[in-house]
């Protein structure tokens, strides 16, 4: 289901991929720097979680700042718990690289706000983003280390913008419950020699929805 999402005096082009049965919980899915809400891994990930009774509401935010993007995703956010079509108990919020960057964020800035309702459930990052490429020094980890919700990562072990000692030193560090999935060998584009793109599509999507079902059930319990 195409949708048009008010974003200040523009729009934010989103599709709700939408499961046959009534969803309880949602993912909210964005992609990175370059690229838009098409992307082949957001629509494989989109259609994965749908079949498996997960709504997932993906958009595209075109725009290289971070706090743009960081305002967008709330924007989303603000619009699917107001929706009057899918009534939610909670949703997730999942991005590829600055898209992971920019969920983290919306975290962070929601949980400090003295009327987080508990609405966000956790954070999924895909090849989050640590640092720039041979850059290790300056790491992106403030808004990772103030969040408390559930956190999985799904990096490639040969992402060459999170080196994977680094994301593990970080990961160490953090407050909240937290997994990390590494694809092996792969890099940032999740692209593995010797394996299709379909095939390790399948690895993450697998694993993002087994969390996600994991974590749902420990609210519940």
């Not at 964005?30 to 098409?38: L, Q, R, S, V």
Request: charge should be positive.
């Amino acid at each position: 289901v195409k949708v048009k999402i008010p974003f200040g005096d523009k729009y934010l082009d989103a599709i709700f991929s939408v499961p046959e049965k009534k969803a309880t919980y949602g993912v909210v899915l964005t992609h990175g720097a370059g690229g838009d809400m098409n992307f082949p891994h957001l629509v494989s990930l989109a259609a994965y979680l749908a079949s498996h009774g997960v709504l997932c509401l993906r958009f595209t935010c075109k725009g290289l700042n971070i706090a743009y993007r960081t305002k967008a995703f709330k924007a989303v956010v603000e619009y699917l718990k107001l929706s009057e079509d899918y009534k939610l108990s909670g949703v997730f919020l999942a991005g590829r690289s600055m898209g992971s960057r920019a969920a983290a964020s919306v975290i962070r800035q929601l949980s400090q706000d003295e009327d987080d309702d508990g609405f966000i459930q956790g954070l999924v990052c895909l090849s989050y983003p640590l640092h720039r490429p041979k850059l290790q020094s300056k790491l992106r980890d403030e808004d990772l280390l103030l969040i408390s919700c559930p956190v999985l990562f799904v990096s490639g072990s040969a992402d060459e913008m999170c080196e994977k000692q680094l994301l593990e030193g970080v990961v160490s560090k953090m407050k909240a419950p937290k997994k990390i999935h590494w694809i092996d060998k792969a890099n940032h584009g999740m692209a593995v020699k010797g394996r299709t793109a379909n095939d390790v599509m399948e690895e993450i999507n697998a694993q993002v929805f087994s969390w996600l079902r994991e974590n749902v059930q420990l609210q519940h319990k």
